[in-house]
């Protein structure tokens, strides 16, 4: 069973840059061949999809409120995925989470998340 560890959240000004990492761990995993995405969950909303990326990295999305912004990527031999995340806002602020986008429905395939916190 695959596992996924978020990590590089923290607290930034309005147009600050971030960098968030995800690393998938789990005998038994075959990473280049998943869909991963970014996820993030405001306080009193609903878990979004940010954006997502393909497992040979050639096909990324992005939500309209991130596009330009944020960049997605991946290193298949690491297992991890990247969210770099520029010209923050304060309505960027979320938990973020990744998982695979076959496992979005599953309770138990998420990890902790990161904080990501946009305030002056």
């Known amino acids: 069973q695959v596992q996924f560890v978020e990590s590089g959240g923290g607290l930034v000004q309005p147009g600050g840059s971030l960098r968030l990492s995800c690393a998938a761990s789990g005998s038994g995993i075959f990473f280049s061949l998943y869909r991963m995405g970014w996820y993030r969950q405001a306080p009193g909303k609903q878990r979004e999809l940010v954006s997502d990326?393909?497992?040979?990295?050639?096909?990324?999305n992005y939500a309209d409120s991130v596009k330009g912004r944020f960049t997605i990527s991946r290193d298949n031999a690491k297992r991890t995925v990247y969210l770099q995340m520029n010209s923050l806002k304060p309505e960027d602020t979320a938990v973020y989470y990744c998982?695979?986008?076959?496992?979005?429905?599953?309770?138990?395939?998420w990890g902790q998340g990161t904080q990501v916190t946009v305030s002056s």
């Open positions: 998982n695979r986008l076959a496992l979005a429905d599953k309770a138990d395939s």
């Open positions: 990326i393909g497992g040979d990295d050639t096909i990324t």
